[in-house]
Nanobody
């Protein structure tokens, strides 16, 4: 049974930093692409960052240069270091684990329950 559990959210002032963690249970972590998404009230879920099973990273334009995604395969954990936070970064942050074949067919796509991040001005 696969579970993803996020932690590290909280309240921070603009310009501050937070580090989110996502712990993955089960045997899928080392073969998964891991991502972070966020959702602000009344808005659609937004992609934030991804790190592949091989360690390559990509970021959404709104967070590039401020956020860093990393993974520790020995701990089955993915992290999101968030610096220079802005009020518009406020939202629920979700962790995602997926595996997609070269054909585009998904083998699996798992989500955590989310952790709240609030940035005050």
């Amino acid at each position: 049974q696969v579970q993803l559990v996020e932690s590290g959210g909280g309240l921070v002032q603009a310009g501050g930093s937070l580090r989110l963690s996502c712990a993955v249970s089960g045997s899928i972590f080392s073969t998964s692409d891991m991502g972070w998404y966020r959702q602000a009230p009344g808005k659609q879920r937004e992609w934030v960052a991804v790190i592949s099973r091989g360690g390559s990273t990509n970021y959404g334009d709104s967070v590039k240069g401020r956020f860093t995604i990393s993974r520790d395969n020995a701990k089955n954990t993915v992290y999101l270091q968030m610096n220079s936070l802005k009020p518009e970064d406020t939202g629920v942050y979700y962790c995602n684990a997926r595996f997609t074949y070269a054909t585009g067919i998904k083998l699996y796509d798992y989500w955590g329950q989310g952790t709240q991040v609030t940035v005050s001005s």
